[in-house]
């Protein structure tokens, strides 16, 4: 029995490496999980034959042989990524190698719709997905949430009412593949992990703004604290002792500043009191008022928008600053709209090489913007139940 526990583990990690790294040789897989030449070797091979792996040429070598190089096949597996939003549900379909074969949203007509958004019509809704792929070998789903899981209830940990109202109960007895939970961010930190062709980095934060803000790191390919909820909730990181109420009981978190949210609590302010301001030209009344439209006053050079932007940049990158002095993170990925304007991009850049210190550089090679779309969180979904069910993560 150990030596099949011990042989499934070795297998997991040679699948984990070729996530991350392929196309790889087998001594290199050797060299970066530990594993000795022989058993990569004998592992690799059974899993050519099942089809799970496949050969994908050779690597020149300046000595020797020449190194065959493996990939990861789909072999006719498939996950279901889920994300509970404000405003919808998103799903995916993708193989076994994270790639997207299928999308589908169900929209409400409003955030957080008591009717619309309850776990009965995240059932249904996820129901009618799987149907609608039935003729597919689906081995688990992965639903990405807003808050923590709490495996004894099965319910949500979120300061957001509407959440905390979830009992997925009922869900996981009416789906007949395994589901599995992990908060959004997290979720999305470890796809970036397993998914991204680009980069390999064992060691990056991931730095999620948008309704709320909340970032993910992954230490040593692991998700860090991740038993501690605490871990990462970086909206009731104070910047400004004297800065405004938040929720929370103190003053100057970074969400008052930097979060979506409360950057439209202020945006519909300005609406009602500026003399004159783009943001009632792009909507009808301050209730009516979108993020979008509040980005396109900004570039459309209103004042007060672009007050409101700027010291949101500014308190994000303290943010950006401090996790420099905590983590020796590789990268540091910027997931949100707000970084997606290059002037305010620009602007973060400006504010981390002015208030740098010397043994902290924010260097541009280690700051990095992801465009933030409407199906990460689903993605996200889809590499949770990928390293759940492939690939034996905790």
């Known amino acids: 029995m150990a030596e099949s526990t011990q042989r499934r583990r070795n297998r997991q990690k040679i699948l984990e490496d070729l996530y991350v790294y392929a ?52 072999a ?17 379909l993708t193989d076994a190698t994270g790639k997207v074969v299928d999308h589908q949203a169900t929209s409400f007509s409003r955030q957080f719709d008591p009717i619309e958004s309850t776990v009965q019509t995240l059932t249904s809704a996820l129901q009618a997905f ?33 959440w905390s109202q979830f009992d997925f109960t009922s869900l996981n007895d009416a789906i007949n593949v395994p589901v599995y939970y992990e908060n959004n961010v997290q979720a999305m930190a470890i796809t970036e992990r397993l998914f991204n062709s ?31 909820p605490l871990v990462g909730e970086v909206a009731h990181m104070v910047v400004n002792t004297e800065g405004e109420l938040c929720s929370c009981g103190r003053r100057g978190c970074l969400q008052t500043y930097s979060s979506e949210n409360w950057i ?16 009632r030209q792009l909507a009808k009344t301050p ?30 990158a303290v943010a950006v600053t401090n996790f420099t002095l905590l983590i020796d993170a590789q ?14 991009f620009r602007q973060l850049q400006q504010y981390l090489q002015t208030n740098q210190v010397t043994f902290a550089t924010v260097t541009t090679r280690r700051l990095v913007v992801k465009p933030a779309l409407l199906y990460d969180g689903a993605v996200g979904g889809a590499g949770l139940a990928i390293g759940r069910d492939r690939l034996g993560f905790a």
């Open 331 to 344: 990268r540091i990925i910027l997931h949100g709209r707000i970084f997606e304007r290059p002037a305010l």
């Open 264 to 279: 439209m609590r202020k945006a519909r302010v300005l609406y009602q009191q500026a003399d004159q301001t783009y943001l």
């Open 130 to 162: 799987l149907a609608q792929h039935h003729d597919k070998h689906i081995l688990a789903v992965g639903i990405a949430i807003p808050g923590h899981y709490e495996p004894d209830t099965q319910r949500i940990a979120s300061d957001h009412p509407h």
């Open 198 to 228: 680009h980069q390999n980095d064992e060691t990056f934060i991931f730095f999620h703004v948008a309704l709320g803000v909340v970032c993910s790191t992954i230490y040593h390919g692991r998700i860090y604290g991740k038993h501690n």
């Open 287 to 316: 209730a009516a008022l979108t993020f979008d439209e509040v980005l396109q006053a900004y570039d459309l050079g209103d004042t007060g928008v672009m007050n409101i932007l700027t010291n949101a940049i500014k308190y994000l």
């Open 76 to 92: 006719d597996d498939y996950y279901v990524g889920c994300e509970l939003r404000a405003e919808a549900y998103t799903f995916v």
């Open 23 to 74: 196309p790889a040789s087998r001594i290199d897989i050797a060299n970066r999980t530990h594993i000795t030449p022989a058993t990569v070797t004998t592992l690799t091979a059974a899993m050519l034959d099942a089809g799970e792996i496949a050969e994908d040429g050779e690597a020149a070598v300046k000595i020797g042989r020449p190194k065959v190089l493996l990939r990861l096949t789909a």
